[in-house]
């Protein structure tokens, strides 16, 4: 297998774990961090294979997202697989933030969890479509979260963000599939990584557990399981599918 996949925000926790578990699938894999090298050059150093790459940039600029993904395809030859995994977390209580941070908050929430997966897809799409290499093909797979369904009280530009996410999926899933490409995504519940381990650490570790009747939260090597699937021999008829990874804290 020679496929090329970009993962974005992979210098640590999920994205990290998808590198790995596509690498092991034979991807050759292009890392993606915001600006932490150092952690994508240690990602890449850990994974299987060889050709794998290295790119930095800041996904909330439109012309940041259009040189990672001129860079990807030149360090890789090509690209075939998109998986949009960069986000950000920040509270923004509605009832205890300044209208000046409330602003702020949705902005660079919607900018990198929304816009910059939004433009890397439609780079990605024109890439497969004007490829000279046989048909289109290629997939498109997206984390959002289960905060897109259940609702987020503390940072609702997340929660909007991730159901955005989930909402954009399913259009590209719809407006792709005469030329055989697939979209899908993942909505993950808490996670255990470095971004979770103080609230895991915290006081509210243990009612965070509690959320999953198996009493534990996911590992991150769960949620790549599932998106390693979907970016690899998940059938096409999944195109357009959220799948919850979340272990039965949040039915729908």
């Known amino acids: 297998m020679n496929t090329c996949t970009l993962v974005t925000g992979a210098g640590r926790g999920i994205g990290a774990a998808v590198a790995q ?21 240690r990602v890449v150093a850990g994974l299987p294979g060889a050709g794998h790459a290295v790119v930095v940039g800041d996904l909330s600029s439109p012309e940041a997202c259009e040189r990672i993904f001129g860079e990807v395809v030149a360090e890789l030859g090509d690209l075939d697989v998109l998986v949009n995994n960069a986000g950000v ?27 910059g997966p ?16 046989g048909p289109a093909g290629g997939r498109l797979v997206s984390v959002g979260s289960r905060g897109a369904y259940r609702g987020e009280p503390t940072t609702p530009a997340y929660g909007a963000s991730k159901a955005a996410m989930h909402a954009m999926t399913q259009s590209l899933a719809v407006a792709l599939a005469p030329s055989g490409i697939f979209a899908a995504a993942v909505a993950p519940g ?22 999953s009747p198996f009493g534990r939260v996911a590992e991150p090597s769960e949620v790549a399981a599932t998106v390693a699937w979907l970016a690899t021999t998940a059938p096409e008829w999944v195109s357009g599918t959220v799948i919850d990874v979340n272990g039965a804290s949040y039915l729908r």
């Open 21 to 41: 578990a596509l690498a092991e699938a034979g991807h050759r894999i292009a890392v993606h961090t915001g600006s932490d090298e150092a952690a994508a050059i």
């Open 190 to 211: 808490f996670v255990d990584t470095d971004m979770g381990r103080p609230v895991l650490d915290g006081p509210d570790g243990d009612a965070v557990r509690a959320q």
């Open 118 to 133: 939004a433009n890397l897809s439609w780079l990605m799409v024109n890439h497969l479509l004007h490829r000279t290499r």
């Open 89 to 115: 977390f920040e509270a923004h209580p509605v009832d205890s933030t300044t209208y000046a941070d409330w602003q702020q908050a949705w902005r660079r929430t919607l900018d990198v969890n929304l816009l």
